[in-house]
């Protein structure tokens, strides 16, 4: 009897192995047609294709939850459309250089928006100068506000804006908050729950305690935007947090930039949080209360038409400018493409600033070939950021890059959080994007194209002031084997850094 119970014992082990094992296989095979059907770039299928066949169930689980975009269904399902419809020109089309009518062109193409005159930007540097400026403009709205920001936090600086925000209602304007379901504080979110808790609509982006209704835990939206009236907004890399207030001495400041604008682009700025707002709550926002009837387009266009003329400076209000959004949805890789149109079309000089500083291969090959071509190319990067493993993943993937000619500097602290890209001494893209492959193909972003050359020369000499020592490949080549390979190992994480 002993022994027969045994043999069972080993017959139902057996069987629970070949089913397990079926499972496994009927797993991989389904897996690996997904990705060959799905998945673009060739590393990710090899990668996704290799841990389903070594471990099958594990892996599968894997690609499950991080690897199938379920983000442009969902929109879908929302008709949510990835960018306003495609526009015509405007009657009177903005003086453009000729060096960069085909940059117009492509970014028109790819974002489906015009390019448009007669915008005034004002630059803002870290909290201490827009925090009062954000603040002042709440403060005065009468009709409505909308507010997105990746980190707000409950602090002295949370409260401020939570006091405004909360009278702006009182006041009879329509308010609206957007904080992402991670960078708000996955578990608590104190802010949002006040926020509820005052009667102030707000919604938690991509956000839910329910693991298997929560699959997009790399998928962020890291959109800083904040628009008053439908005619006055702000945007750059700034969160809402003391430490960006740097003149307060916070423990950990963090120094940063953003930009106030006014004038027609303010449409499109708006266009872009309402979609926002619209896939994370459902909620339709129309009427002039969020985008008040524009004036008439010889108006809007007036005051811009000699922003570029010739390349001369800028007038007052003479900034055109263009929304460029990006995300895992319809608007995939679309600030990346801008990028590399930029790069492409440089023929004189590349500078940019960056927090994290770890491109893909294509925009790397785009920098050397920039610098090999006699473009001057600087890349400005903290000496030490807030991700140790993003500084460590970074000097293992720059070499290629200083053997071509392209200049890396180090900016000593504080922490520099701010993203900017000048070319040409005249085109500048700034916003939340950094310059790696989470903001460039995971997260969320919205980035602003200004032609503007006295812009451009107020941004080079900010960053002309933080280029402080000058990144040298002896440095990488006298790491001792233990912190190369360490480097290294690290650097394949870079889709997820």
């Known amino acids: 009897m002993e022994e027969a119970f045994h043999r069972w014992i080993a017959a139902s082990g057996s069987i629970r192995s070949n089913v397990l094992m079926g499972i496994g296989l009927a797993s991989a095979l389904l897996l690996t047609i997904h990705v060959l059907l799905h998945k673009r770039e060739v590393g990710t299928a090899i990668g996704w294709i290799g841990l389903a066949w070594l471990a099958p169930l594990s892996g599968s689980a894997l690609y499950l939850l991080f690897g199938i975009n379920r983000v442009t269904r969902r929109a879908r399902q929302l008709a949510v459309p990835p960018s306003e419809p495609a526009q015509t020109e405007p009657p009177q089309a903005p003086a453009i250089a000729p060096a960069f009518r085909a940059l117009d062109h492509a970014v028109r193409h790819i974002t489906r928006l015009p390019l448009v005159a007669g915008n005034a930007v004002r630059l803002l540097r870290n909290g ?8 002042d403009a709440i403060g005065r709205a009468q009709r409505s506000v909308a507010l997105s920001s990746y980190i707000f936090r409950n602090d002295r600086t949370g ?18 908050v957007l904080i992402d379901g991670i960078g708000g504080g996955y578990f608590r979110h104190p802010i949002y729950r006040r926020l509820r808790g005052a009667g102030v609509p707000a919604a938690l982006f991509m956000h839910s305690a329910l693991p298997w209704r929560m699959p997009f835990l790399n998928l962020r939206t890291h959109t800083k935007l904040l628009i008053v009236d439908g005619a006055t907004a702000f945007t750059g890399g700034i969160n809402i947090a003391d430490e960006n207030r740097v003149g307060w001495h916070p423990p950990n400041p963090v120094r940063d930039t953003h930009f106030r604008i006014e004038g027609p682009v303010v449409r499109q700025l708006a266009g872009a949080f309402a979609r926002s707002w619209m896939f994370a709550a459902g909620e339709d926002l129309h009427g002039d209360r969020w985008q008040p ?7 809007a266009l007036a005051g811009g038409t000699a922003a570029l003329a ?3 400076a800028a007038l007052a209000g003479g900034t055109m400018a263009r929304v460029v959004t990006s995300g895992p949805d319809a608007d ?12 492409n079309g440089a ?8 927090p994290y500083f770890l491109p893909s291969e294509v925009l790397t090959i785009a920098l050397l070939l920039a610098a090999t071509r006699g473009v001057g190319v600087d890349v400005i990067i903290p000496r030490a950021s807030n991700h140790r493993f993003v500084d460590w993943a970074t000097r ?5 890059l200083l053997d071509h000619g392209v200049r890396i500097w180090l900016n000593d602290p ?27 193909r995971l997260n969320f972003e919205l980035n602003l194209e200004l032609y503007d050359p006295a812009l451009a020369t107020e941004l080079g000499r900010s960053m002309q002031a933080k280029m402080t020592t000058r990144l040298e490949c002896a440095e990488l080549t006298g790491r001792s084997l233990p912190v190369r390979l360490r480097d290294a190992s690290v650097r394949l994480l870079l889709p997820y850094l």
């Open 414 to 440: 504080p922490f520099e959080h701010s993203k900017m890209l000048v070319v040409d001494e005249t085109w500048c893209f700034v916003g939340s994007a950094n310059w790696d492959m989470r903001s460039f």
């Open 396 to 400: 293992a993937h720059v070499g290629l």
């Open 128 to 135: 201490d100068e827009a925090y009062p400026a954000m603040l």
């Open 332 to 343: 995939i890789e679309k600030i990346e493409h801008v990028v590399l149109h930029a790069l």
């Open 347 to 354: 023929q004189r000089s590349i500078r940019l600033v960056t």
């Open 310 to 312: 010739g390349g001369t």
């Open 293 to 299: 009837a524009p004036a008439s387009d010889s108006t």
């Open 159 to 176: 409260a401020a804006f939570f006091d405004a925000l909360v009278a702006a209602k009182a006041r009879g304007a329509e308010v609206r």
